[in-house]
């Protein structure tokens, strides 16, 4: 019976009986054993993430699911639980693009943990030289003294270019800060992002994704510093001897410009360059549950239309949870528990087997000669137990002979 489950080279199959036989000849015969229960097969993932890696719109709908909003037109969109991960849909996921000043939320992913709130900085007229021609500015001036966490509310409600210059350099630097960015996105597995300016301002070769931005929001709804600063509608902004009030850009959290707000929102970052276009990365609670949504390039409705999209995407997860199955996960591969590994990291795994062994081939030996070189040195060791044992026995034989003498 287990003849028929060998593989079909003759070479491996002449390996393992030699094996076999000499395994039997060179050990004592032991009682039958009953053969175990072949295991049952494995249950299959909820979700295959090469779903994700293909164009168009991917879902997975179930009895009672609604239908994808047909009224986005964005280039790239993707909506998640945000607790546990789970992609319910999307629209060219993995697809590069310009992520704009959404990219300020893994600037906050990396540099909020590093940065004491309360520390006071004497801004310099060199921390702000380099501040790109038409970036958003919340009114960071040389000469005067900020909190970090003025700074900060300036990056999440006004998107700042001229705060996140301030903090790059308390954080290290510019390239320093470009590099920690390079490094968090890799342990989030967000690897679509390639940072190149840390305040989204457009830059050669700097992309990221609807993926990776679900992946950013989810991770800064986790940071309770973080989720604070997202969500909040207003703040003072010191101005010297008195300060004024800065109101967050992101329209479905505060309703400004006739957007209506929308309930429940969390934030988290939007953005906008003429070369990006608009960029969201929206999160909402209602009923216990919350969901990250990110948009990326509108291509009808105005210049509001990110904002109606991620409404619509948002209202379709929530009426759509628990009526589809996940086409993916936010999770780094290594984070995503309970579930067997996709096509993709089996390949990985395939390919580092491949790499010590080599790959199996009908017309080779060498699976053969590894197997008769590992079966023999089995044997000789086995071999050279017995042996020793029956020298030992002997010499203590002899040793009794000569003390009965």
């Known amino acids: 019976m287990v003849i028929r489950y060998l593989p079909r080279s003759s070479s491996v199959r002449t390996a393992v009986l030699a ?39 991917q879902v997975r709908p179930g009895p009672g699911a609604p239908s994808v909003p047909a009224n986005v037109s964005a280039l790239s969109w993707l909506v998640a639980d945000a607790r546990t991960g789970e992609v319910l849909a999307a629209r060219n996921a993995h697809r590069p693009l310009p992520p704009a000043s959404t990219l300020k939320s893994l600037f906050a992913l990396t540099a909020l943990p590093r940065l004491d709130a309360d520390e006071k900085h004497l801004v310099t007229e060199h921390e702000l030289d380099r501040v790109g021609e038409g970036s958003s500015m919340v009114g960071v001036a040389p000469g ?46 967000a690897n679509d992002t390639h940072v190149v300016s840390p305040d989204g301002y457009d830059a050669a070769g700097q ?26 509608r207003v703040a003072p902004f010191p101005a010297g001897g008195w300060s004024y009030p800065i109101q967050n850009t992101n329209r479905l959290l505060t309703g400004a410009d006739g957007v209506a707000p929308y309930p429940g929102l969390l934030g988290v970052k939007n953005g906008y360059t003429s070369n990006a276009g608009s960029t969201l990365i929206s999160a909402a609670r ?19 239309a990110v904002y109606e999209e991620a409404r619509s995407l948002l209202d379709w997860g929530f009426a759509a949870a628990g009526h589809v199955r996940p086409v993916g996960s936010l999770l780094p591969p290594a984070k995503t528990a309970g579930t067997a590994p996709g096509p993709a990291h089996a390949a990985t795994a395939a390919q580092a087997a491949q790499a010590v062994v080599g790959t199996p081939d009908e017309d080779s030996d060498w699976p053969a000669v590894l197997l008769v070189g590992a079966g023999a040195l089995a044997v000789l060791g086995g071999a050279v137990v017995a042996v020793r044992r029956r020298a030992t026995v002997a010499r203590r034989a002899d040793a009794g002979a000569e003390l009965a003498e």
């Open 286 to 304: 209602r009923d216990g549950r919350t969901l990250v949504v990110t948009v990326m390039n509108p291509q009808a409705g105005g210049g509001y």
């Open 144 to 189: 005067r003294r900020y909190r970090v966490a003025d700074l900060w509310r300036g990056v999440f409600l006004s998107s700042g270019n001229d705060a996140v210059h301030v903090l790059a350099g308390l954080n290290g630097g510019w390239h320093r800060s470009v590099e920690q960015m390079r490094a968090k996105a890799r342990e989030l597995g």
């Open 19 to 57: 094996i076999g036989a000499l395994a039997l000849l060179s050990t004592p015969v032991a009682a039958a054993e009953v053969p175990a229960e072949p295991a049952p097969p494995r249950p299959l993932p909820a979700y295959s993430s090469t779903l994700l890696d293909r164009p168009g719109v």
């Open 207 to 232: 992309v990221s994704s609807a993926y990776d931005l679900a992946v950013f929001g989810k991770a800064g709804l986790a940071d309770p510093e973080f989720a604070r600063y997202c969500s909040t």
